[in-house]
């Protein structure tokens, strides 16, 4: 494998990049009008321009990008994460087209991308799965039954879809047959498929995942676990590895698990088996990703293992070149998903320019961005500026860690979630690890931010002034700017 393309943009392309020129391999950039001058753009050994900002004229143009990886005969294609990285037909067109797909085979995605069918595939290797429906779920009134039976509170959930979508938390009978049709209709709206099921739903919950990887070989490991259930609208916020309550016992008995959900669905290369935790610690399979995740970072941190290097070695053909007791976790990590967003405003999104960006460093501190200062956040995608991952020794250097490097990174130009990160990394139940899902719900309001940025609209105004003086000074010799294309929505590719 020479030359691959990654069908991507932003952050994760760029990374992608960065290890496949560590392996020898050079790479294409797909770009849309709004990325022309993306840091992924110009990084990479050649770029082909797909369409339109919007990312239905451009990342989704599946046959598209195929024909320009023929075109500039690309031995394999690397999905990244959102757009067309979970998409089983775009998975299969690339193989036809006699390419490399550097991710699972379009049959694996098949069965992981459905709920349902997922869990009847782990249901034949004995991985707990959460009291509920056996199938989608039509008439309300055959769902009352199931319902008496497992006991209120009931989550309904899309079969197809995530981040929130299709989802409905139902506490009394007498509510279950309009919150169906509502979730019916929104899976629909967002995902083509109005299937929904029914779960018991679990108090407290803790969302917990497992990093898999497997080659063709047989050969499949775990790569432990992360902690993500620091959420907002069920998308995460912040994750970690390792979790701060799973014991060694768990964890190993989590690993095999996941390593059987892959072996439901014969995996090939990396993925991700989440599972969500009750206050007792049992644990059941929720869903797998059948690709790179967001927060693969912290897994790296503590295993030394470049997950983006893995998926293209199994993608050539080549065994894995460890085993699982080989595996050890070596200290702590953290993520933080930094994004254009308002917490202020129920973490709204925001649009503006990075009037300044200057990035945090020093030891322990990585972060995976696709920006540079003086670029704008495009609406047309997800928000996240960035994915800001500190490491340390045990868990507190972690966080402690992540604390300063929060505080030197700088970004004035648009709201972000720092703030809001910071209030984690400092309140007393993420300190002592005893927090879950609800945790917005249970610990923040955003009057609470008052209390830990005093000052910093002072320090950002200060820099904002000496910026404009700068621009002033040099106007002459600035070339002028067009302005912004305005809109009321985000068109979000969320992951």
């Known amino acids: 494998m020479n030359k691959i393309l990654i069908a991507n943009r932003g952050e994760i392309a760029l990374r992608i990049m960065k290890s496949a020129k560590e392996m020898g391999i050079s790479t294409v950039a797909v770009y849309s009008e709004a990325d022309r001058n993306s840091p992924h753009v110009k990084y990479a050994d050649e770029a082909v321009l797909l369409g339109p900002a919007p990312s239905s004229q451009s990342y989704l143009l599946g046959d598209k990008i195929i024909e320009f990886a023929l075109k500039l005969k690309v031995d394999g294609i690397h999905p990244g994460y959102g757009f067309l990285s979970e998409n089983g037909a775009f998975a299969q067109a690339v193989e ?23 869990k009847e595939a782990a249901k034949a290797f004995n991985i707990p799965l959460v009291p509920g429906t056996e199938g989608a779920v039509e008439n309300p ?54 299937a929904v099921f029914i779960e018991k739903y679990v108090a407290s919950p803790r969302h917990i995942e497992v990093q898999v990887l497997c080659d063709t070989h047989g050969n499949m490991v775990h790569l432990f676990e992360r902690e993500c259930s620091v959420q907002r609208r069920h998308q995460k916020v912040i994750e970690e590895a390792p979790s701060a309550i799973i014991s060694e016992q768990l964890r190993a008995e989590m690993g095999a698990k996941a390593v059987d959900v892959a072996r439901a669905c014969d995996y090939i290369g990396a993925g991700t088996v989440e599972f969500i935790m009750d206050e007792q610690h049992n644990f059941y399979f929720m869903e797998m990703n059948t690709r790179l995740q967001v927060e693969h970072p912290v897994t790296e941190m503590i295993t030394g ?11 050539r053909g080549e065994k894995l070149s460890f ?15 930094v994004y254009a967003e308002n917490a202020r405003e129920n973490f709204m999104p925001d649009i503006g320019n990075l009037r300044v960006y200057k990035r945090p460093h020093g030891v322990g501190v990585r972060v995976d961005d ?12 997800d928000p996240m500026i960035s994915k800001l991952v500190t490491y340390g020794k045990d868990r ?60 910093n609209e002072d320090i950002a105004a ?26 009321s929505k985000w068109k979000a590719n969320r992951v």
Do not use: W
């Open 305 to 315: 293992i470049d997950l983006v290097k893995e998926q293209i070695r199994v993608a």
């Open 96 to 118: 036809d087209a006699g390419i490399t797909f550097i991710g699972p085979s379009a049959d694996s995605m098949k069965i992981m991308g459905d709920k349902l069918s997922a």
């Open 323 to 337: 085993s699982q007791d080989d595996l050890k976790i070596q200290g702590h990590s953290i993520e933080v998903r």
């Open 462 to 487: 200060m820099i904002v002034a000496h910026l404009l003086a700068g621009n002033k000074e040099n106007k002459a010799a600035m070339p002028s700017e067009g302005k912004a294309a305005k809109t």
């Open 396 to 455: 507190e250097e972690a966080r402690l860690r992540m604390i300063r490097a929060i505080e030197d990174y700088k970004i004035v130009g648009l709201s972000t979630t720092m703030e809001f990160a910071k209030f984690v990394m400092e309140h007393e139940a993420f300190i002592s690890g005893n927090f879950d899902t609800h945790f917005v719900n249970k610990h923040f309001s955003p009057e609470l931010l008052d209390k830990t940025t005093a000052g």
């Open 370 to 381: 696709g920006f540079v200062e003086g670029m704008d956040i495009p609406i047309y995608y």
């Open 141 to 194: 009134a055959e769902a009352i039954d199931i319902c008496k039976e497992i006991g209120f509170p009931v989550l309904i959930k899309a079969s197809a879809g995530g981040g929130g979508k299709g989802m409905r938390i139902v506490e009394k009978e007498e509510e279950l047959e309009e919150q169906i049709h509502s979730a019916i209709s929104e899976a629909k709206s967002a995902f083509g498929n109005g």
